[in-house]
T-cell receptor, first 109, second 116 residues
Framework: RKEVEQDPGPFNVPEGATVAFNCTYSNSASQSFFWYRQDCRKEPKLLMSVYSSGNEDGRFTAQLNRASQYISLLIRDSKLSDSATYLCVVMDSSYKLIFGSGTRLLVRP | EAGVAQSPRYKIIEKRQSVAFWCNPISGHATLYWYQQILGQGPKLLIQFQNNGVVDDSQLPKDRFSAERLKGVDSTLKIQPAKLEDSAVYLC??????????????FGPGTRLLVL
């Protein structure tokens, strides 16, 4: 079983749509959680951290469910510029980042 | 502020050849990471340095991969000899490294390696 699992997609949605990505992780001792964004042929960039209480940054909302070992990312009012791969990232007990394989999002006009 | 610099950006070699990648982290960042990202997968940590010391190299294939950060600033990653399965993007990242715990990592643009 992979340490961090994501649906690879692609998710193909129209502009303005709401889209949600899910991620599960296997190590219950994981400490911190993040979503990174990676554009085609570019490096990953931190999108947002994920907290148990849930957190929001503009059109983006992240949620963490420690009991179910489940992380989500919700994007509202999708823009063309949101097209990218979204990487679910878990920090293990030795502070090492474990990346999922990513979920690809395509936003069409 | 300048970001993480890497060179070369692209490299094509034949199997069994050697190759080296260079990384210069953000100024003042004590912690440096090398990741391997195979097509369709997320980055996988190969080695982590804190200043010029190795913190974690548990996933580095030491029979063919080596890395150094002699002066605690820039770093090189070498593959000798390369195999077909080494084709990937090699990403360097750095973080402040004040505590080594959970700080934001900033990635360089990567070196795209193709082994024929």
């Amino acid at each position: 079983r992979k340490e961090v699992e994501q649906d690879p997609g692609p998710f193909n949605v129209p502009e303005g749509a709401t889209v949600a990505f899910n991620c599960t992780y296997s190590n219950s001792a994981s400490q911190s959680f993040f979503w990174y964004r990676q554009d085609c042929r570019k490096e990953p960039k931190l999108l947002m951290s994920v907290y148990s209480s849930g957190n929001e940054d503009g059109r983006f909302t992240a949620q963490l469910n420690r009991a179910s070992q489940y992380i989500s990312l919700l994007i509202r009012d999708s823009k063309l510029s949101d097209s990218a791969t979204y990487l679910c990232v878990v920090m293990d007990s030795s502070y090492k980042l474990i990346f999922g394989s990513g979920t690809r999002l395509l936003v069409r006009p | 502020e300048a970001g993480v610099a890497q060179s070369p950006r692209y490299k094509i070699i034949e199997k069994r050849q050697s190759v080296a990648f260079w990384c210069n982290p953000i100024s003042g960042h004590a912690t440096l990471y090398w990741y391997q990202q195979i097509l369709g997968q997320g980055p996988k940590l190969l080695i982590q340095f804190q200043n010029n010391g190795v913190v974690d190299d548990s996933q580095l294939p030491k029979d063919r991969f080596s890395a150094e950060r002699l002066k605690g600033v820039d770093s090189t990653l070498k593959i000798q000899p390369a195999k077909l399965e080494d084709s990937a993007v090699y990403l360097c990242a750095s973080s402040l490294g004040l505590s080594g715990q959970g700080e934001t990592q900033y990635f360089g643009p990567g070196t795209r390696l193709l082994v024929l």
